[in-house]
């Protein structure tokens, strides 16, 4: 196969990949309603947090600066059960085994909704990062610190994302993805997004300081040079940045190709 063929292949995925896209953005529009809870439910736990349980143990300064941030990786680690409901209706509903009878990219479907997921993630994370602002968080990082922040909180989206779709062809049936979706409310509450693990008891502050949202959070807060809170002295509080990174990269590298597996096998 000559270099002209690959460059068709690749032209032709990504042709793919980029139909199955539209086709989840057009359910945008057709279900309005379920797009703006999604929106909406993060906005409601971040003002929630600051205003009737706000002043987090252990934070001296201001408790918006360390809670935002925070926040926003929790974002990112939430709101799986859209794309994983998706995933399995289309399995259940048999318009995977169509697409996979058409002349179709394998995985192109799984694409699809993955960047459909990252368009509305980052349109989340906007939205967070302005009602952030009304109430009263400021970053103080350059404008590259402000991306990087952002580039490390869709990268922890990325991550989550894949284990969400793996997960959800692992449950097959939409009504199990409510218990699936239980697993991942322990990685959100059990981390600093809310409290130094300063003060919790010493076992759990150290799962805390090595949860990979509790490194976006940390990194994140440096960033943009909000509170960090009590910064502990572990391997894990000391280089949070580099597992913000390394997280993602390891989740991603195992899922990604688990996920495109067992689809590619779904019909065998």
């Avoid at 939430?78 to 085994?97: E, P, Q, R």
């Avoid at 989206?157 to 699936?180: D, N, Q, S, Y």
Wanted: glycine letters at 12%.
């Amino acid at each position: 196969m000559g270099p002209g063929q690959d460059r068709s292949r690749t032209a032709l995925a990504l042709t793919d990949c980029w139909t199955m896209t539209r086709r989840e953005l057009a359910h945008w529009a057709r279900q309005p309603v379920q797009v703006l809870v999604g929106l909406a439910f993060p906005v409601m736990l971040m003002l929630m947090f600051n205003y009737l349980i706000g002043g987090g143990k252990g934070i001296t300064g201001d408790y918006a600066e360390f809670l935002v941030p925070g926040m926003f990786a929790l974002t990112m680690v939430f709101g799986l059960d859209a794309t994983m409901v998706a995933v399995t209706t289309d399995l259940n509903k048999g318009v995977v085994d169509r697409f996979r009878s058409m002349p179709m990219a394998n995985g192109a479907v799984l694409v699809g909704r993955s960047a459909a997921d990252m368009l509305q993630s980052f349109a989340s994370l906007i939205v967070m990062m302005g009602v952030g602002l009304a109430i009263g968080w400021r970053w103080h990082g350059s404008l590259a610190e402000v991306v990087g922040a952002v580039g490390l909180l869709m990268l922890l989206r990325f991550a989550m994302l894949w284990l969400g779709i793996h997960l959800a062809m692992i449950a097959g049936k939409p009504e199990l993805v409510t218990a699936v979706q239980i697993l991942v409310w322990p990685v959100g509450f059990l981390s600093n997004a809310f409290t130094v693990p300063e003060n919790m008891p010493g076992w759990l502050g150290a799962a805390v300081e090595w949860n990979p949202m509790s490194a976006a959070a940390t990194a994140v807060r440096e960033l943009f040079g909000n509170d960090p809170g009590v910064v502990g002295t572990s391997w894990a509080a000391e280089h949070a940045a580099l597992l913000a990174v390394l997280w993602p990269v390891v989740l991603v590298g195992v899922f990604l190709p688990l996920a495109v597996r067992r689809f590619g096998g779904l019909s065998r």
